[in-house]
């Protein structure tokens, strides 16, 4: 795209973004696909880039692993001033005066996640004993018998007969 110093353009591509993968789960936007704002503005040295989506990100729940989804934002910037030294200054995602637009929007939306995706805010997760989704159990009737302290295992062996 040919711009002159200080010109801008507003572009509106959808744009591929693949599965992210965490933990050994894949997250993924609903559709594989997301509608993004991508607006470029010419500066003497170069470009300067923002990204702007919002995305339905779909998979396991990280406490129970039922099924999630979670709305993201993404507003991402970027530099790209191919003549400067400073390694800050240049972007990874330009090269050879093209845009990666897929990776940009997959890195920004791995940034933009929450720190837990979950199947609702109050989520219980599994019973570490037997599995069970706590969600679904009853806490009164969902009990399970202490196991023994492995420090005392030698005193049980004991017969005082």
Not at 24 to 40: H, K, N, S
Not at 49 to 68: H, I, K, N, T, W
Not at 71 to 87: C, G
Request: glycine residues 8%; contains cysteine.
């Amino acid at each position: 795209m040919a711009l002159s110093a200080g010109e801008g353009r507003r572009l509106e591509p959808e744009v591929a973004v693949d599965d992210l993968v965490l933990g050994g789960q894949r997250y993924g936007p609903r559709g594989g696909a997301v509608a993004t704002r991508l607006e470029i503005s010419r500066t003497a040295a170069g470009y300067a880039l923002r990204l702007a989506f919002s995305a339905e990100v779909e998979g396991p729940c990280m406490r129970c692993l039922d099924q999630a989804r979670v709305t993201v934002e993404v507003d991402a910037r970027e530099v790209d001033q191919p003549s400067s030294a400073d390694e800050e200054l240049r972007s990874p995602y330009v090269g050879d005066e093209r845009l990666d637009l897929s990776a940009w929007a997959h890195d920004a939306l791995s940034l933009a996640l929450p720190a837990q995706l979950l199947c609702r805010p109050d989520c219980r997760g599994l019973c570490p004993a037997c599995g069970a989704s706590l969600n679904d159990a009853d806490p009164p009737q969902h009990a399970h018998e202490a196991p023994a302290d492995p420090r005392w295992a030698k005193l049980r062996e004991l017969r005082l007969d």
